[in-house]
């Protein structure tokens, strides 16, 4: 009997172990669940945040006017700008607005030819002048062009293909504009 109890106590203790053991195991696998159902979580909560300040931002963006828009597919344009200051022809960089990414307005040499090359929606205020201007870092509206501004010693006057045009930097370029700007 002694014998028996003695093998019952080993079996018992076998069970035990086993039963600790494969407590163990269960209780890390519902911690690995429940990692793994965080981590999606986390996931679905960013992507759908992501999702939903994107759809945000559009629907509260005001509607672009039919009038603004030039185009729907895209424009590649090239206006001639020449800038002159009291009858000294200012030079136009090569290069400007190409970098690690081409902007939408951009040079390739110093004859004045602008390129435009937008893709997808155009509106006016893409190809305005001023927008050439801010990716140049120069100043330009109404009133000055670089450091020359309206007053004793000179004003400002911009042609567009021949005629005057008071629309300076809000101008919105055509292709094959001839954009002249004179500080006279």
């Known amino acids: 009997m002694e014998q028996d109890q003695q093998q019952l106590n080993t079996k018992s203790e076998y069970d035990l172990k086993r039963q600790k053991k494969l407590d163990e195991q269960r209780r890390f696998q519902r911690k690995k669940t429940i990692k793994r159902i965080s981590k999606i979580a986390l996931v679905v909560l960013i992507v759908g945040g992501g999702i939903g300040a994107i759809s945000w931002y559009v629907v509260k963006q005001p509607p672009i006017p039919a009038s ?36 939408m307005i951009h040079t390739h040499d110093t004859t004045g030819v602008l390129h435009l090359e937008i893709q997808g929606l155009v509106v006016k205020n893409d190809t305005t002048l001023s927008r050439f201007f801010k990716i140049w870092g120069k100043q330009f509206d109404s009133n000055c062009i670089f450091e020359s501004c309206n007053g004793p010693n000179g004003k400002l006057k911009m042609l567009v293909n021949g005629r005057e045009n008071t629309e300076f930097e809000n101008y919105p370029m055509q292709d094959k504009d001839k954009i002249e700007i004179r500080y006279e």
């Open 68 to 103: 603004d828009i030039i185009s729907r597919k895209g424009v590649h344009w090239h206006p001639e700008l020449s800038i002159y200051i009291k009858d000294k022809q200012q030079e136009i960089p090569a290069n400007l607005g190409i970098g690690v990414t081409h902007q």
